[in-house]
C-alpha cells in the first residue's frame, strides 16, 4: 500500500539552513504550534518527513537530485548531453544550482524531522506508539546527516526545529560529532520501532543503515579510519540484518521489477505511485527506462515493438546514461549487465547498437513501468537498503578483521551465485566462484568493490559514496575514457553553496579546492 498520500504540513516544511537567493529579510518561519494534537496528527506530521525526501518529481532530493547531481560524480554513470555532463566533469562551482539543491532539500527534510522529534512527546497517547513516531523521524533525520556529511564533511547540526533565526545560523560541527548524532539516532530508531509497513522505516532498516555507517566510520575519510571496532561493529550489525528475514530475490531483474515492490529483499524503500498527482516517480525517466536516442519509436524493453499510446511516456530523457567504463568492465555474461544498461541491443531492422563510440554511453535500463502515465507517472519505488548490499557490507568488513575468512567467502558469493543465475538457474556460470582463489585481504577487499560496482549499478549513488569510503576517487573517476577528469584536492567533497556562506558567516571558509 503507497502510504504518502494527501500530505499536510506545507506549512512548516521549510528549513532556513537552506535559503536561497533571498530579497528580503527573512523575520521568521511558520510554526506548527497548535498542529500536533493527537496521534493522528502525529501519523501525518510523520509522513511529512518521508514526503521531503521523494515527493514532486524532480523538486526531491531522491526524486531528482540524487540520481542526477550526486550519481553523476562516480564513475559507472555519466550524464547524456550538455548540462547533464556536469557533474561528472566536475565542471561546477559553489554557484552551481545542484550543489545547491542537495544542501536546501535535506536540510528541509531535517527541519521536517526535527518538526516531529520534538512536538511529538507533548501528545497524550500510547508510549510505545510515540516512541514508534520519533524513532521513524530519527531514522530519517540519520539518514540525512548521513548523506550531508559524506558530501559535503563538516556542516551545522541543527537538532530542533527552526521556528525563527534564533537558531538558524550554526557553526559547523565536526565529522565526529555529525557521525554521533547518526550513530545516537539510528540506535534509538533500532530500539524504538515497531512497525513493519512497506514504505516505513523499521528496526531492520535501523540495524542496516547502522551497519553501513560503521562501515564508512572506518573508512579512509571516517572518523574512525582503519579501527578495527568499528570494522566489527559493521560485521556484527550487517550479522543481525542477516539473520532476520530478508533474502535476495532468486532473479535480480525481479528486485527492481515494478510488479514486485516490497520483495523480501527490500529493506527500505521509499514508495510512489503513477495514480496520485505528484506522487509518481521520474526514476525510469531520468535514466531512460526505454531508448531515446539512435531507436526513435522503439521500445527496447519490450522486444523492439513499436510503443502502444504516446511512446514519450516510456522511453526516458537518458540524462543519466550507463558509462562506457561500467559496460567494459562488466563481464557480458554476467546477468546484470543485462538488466541494468544496453551495453549493446539489436534493432528490429537487425542493426546492432553498442555503447563503443557512442558519446552518450549506455541507457539505463534498470527501472521500468510500461504503464507510466507521464514523466512523473512510474511507479518504481526507490530502494534505499537492500539485502545484497548489507551482505557485500558484511564480507567487507569481516574480510577486515579476519582476511579470507570463509563466511567473507560466502557472504559474497551469496551475490555473485544470484548473479549467474535467472530464477535459480545457472544460465551463463559468470561471474565464477572466487572461492580459494584471493591471495591476500587487499584482493578481497578489491573484489568486494569490484563487485559493488556491477551490483548496485546505479543506485543511491553507492559507487559514488564506495570510492570515497576507499580513497579511490583519484584513480578511479580520472580514467575515464570519455571524459577525461583532472582531478584535484579536496574533489571528494562537494563545495559548500555560495547562497548559504553569504547567508552564514559561520560556514566560511569554503571547502578545500573550491
Partial sequence: MKILKNLILATFMISISGCADLDEEPFSVLS????????????????????????????????????????GLGDDQIGGNGPWRVPGQ??????????????????????????????????????????????????????????????????PLQLQENIDLSNAFKDRASINEIYDVIVEDLVFAEANIIQMAKGR???????????????????VEGPN???????????????????????????????FSVDNEGNGEVIFELEFT?????????????RGGAVLNNAVGWDIRNGGQPFAGSGFRNRGWGIMRGS????????????????????????????????????????IIKWFDSNAIGSDGHENNMILLRYADILLTYAEAENEINPLSAS?????????LRARNADGIDVTGAPFDLTGTLASKDEFRQAIIDERFIELAYENAERWFDL?????????????????????????????????????????????GW
Avoid at 522505516?201 to 573508512?219: C, D, E, N, Q
Avoid at 579510519?225 to 531483474?253: C, F, I, P
Fill in 225 to 255: 579510519a582503519g579501527d578495527m571496532a568499528y570494522y566489527t561493529l559493521a560485521r556484527d550489525k550487517a550479522q543481525e540484518v542477516m539473520g532476520m528475514s530478508y533474502a535476495l530475490e532468486s532473479n535480480y531483474k525481479d528486485v
Fill in 274 to 286: 503513477r495514480n496520485i498527482d505528484g506522487q509518481g516517480s521520474r526514476i525510469p525517466q531520468l
Fill in 32 to 71: 506548527p504550534s497548535g498542529f500536533y494534537r493527537n496521534a493522528a496528527d502525529a501519523e501525518v506530521a510523520l509522513y511529512g518527513v518521508y514526503s521531503t525526501l521523494q515527493c514532486c518529481g524532480g523538486g526531491s532530493f531522491y526524486g531528482q537530485t540524487l540520481p542526477i547531481y550526486v550519481g
Fill in 324 to 363: 562506457h567504463k561500467w559496460c567494459d568492465e562488466t563481464d557480458s555474461l554476467d546477468f546484470r549487465r543485462e538488466v541494468c544498461a544496453l551495453c549493446e541491443y539489436e534493432f528490429t531492422n537487425g542493426q546492432i547498437k553498442t555503447y563503443v563510440g557512442d558519446p552518450l554511453g549506455a541507457p
Fill in 90 to 155: 566536475f565542471s561546477f562551482d559553489p554557484t552551481y544550482e545542484g550543489v545547491s539543491n542537495v544542501w536546501t532539500q535535506i536540510y528541509a527534510s531535517i527541519n521536517t524531522a526535527n518538526s516531529v522529534i520534538d512536538n511529538i512527546p507533548q501528545i497524550e497517547m500510547d508510549e510505545a506508539e510515540k516512541n514508534n513516531i520519533i524513532g521513524e523521524a530519527r531514522f530519517l533525520r540519520a539518514l540525512d546527516y548521513f548523506n550531508l556529511v559524506r558530501l559535503f564533511g563538516e556542516v
Fill in 201 to 219: 522505516a523499521t528496526a531492520g532498516a535501523a540495524k542496516a543503515l547502522l551497519a553501513k555507517v560503521y562501515l564508512t566510520m572506518a573508512g
Fill in 408 to 416: 567473507a567467502y560466502a557472504a559474497l558469493e551469496e551475490v555473485r
Fill in 468 to 512: 570515497k569510503r576507499h580513497g579511490l576517487v583519484q584513480q578511479e573517476v580520472t580514467e575515464s575514457n570519455l571524459v577525461p577528469v583532472t582531478y584535484f584536492s579536496g574533489m571528494e567533497y562537494l563545495p559548500i553553496p555560495a547562497t548559504e556562506l553569504t547567508l552564514n558567516e559561520n560556514l566560511l571558509p569554503q571547502n578545500p
